[in-house]
């Protein structure tokens, strides 16, 4: 399993199970004993949300942009493609309304979306 700790100022550290790149690729796959720093480049905004799945996270920005890094052979990311995600891609959410809330499981995520809280 993999676990995720979000701090105030959107930095992510992540520990456990690195498995199909779930804490991204700086570390490799294998165990992370320690929390250890996400790899959030190409993210620009500030990370509000992050829910970890089964060897795959999702992360949501300040801008409602949905991102997604791990495990994505059945494309439970939503970035287009069924490969395995070594960094934060970013979801395909641009004909659809704000995603407000993510969760992530094994092989699919649920997204909640609307256009106000």
Known sequence: DTFTVLTESGDIYCFGDNLYWAC????????????????LSG??????QITAGCHASMMLDSTSGL????????????????????????????????????????MFSLWILGDSE
């Open 67 to 106: 991102w997604g890094v791990g495990a994505n052979s059945s494309g439970g990311l939503g970035v287009g493609s069924w490969r395995d995600q070594r960094r934060p891609t970013q979801a395909l959410t641009h004909d659809l309304p704000p995603v407000r809330r993510v969760t992530n499981h094994h």
């Open 24 to 39: 991204s690729n700086t570390y490799g796959t294998g165990q992370l004993p320690i929390p250890s720093p996400m790899d």
């Open 43 to 48: 993210i620009e905004s500030v990370v509000t």
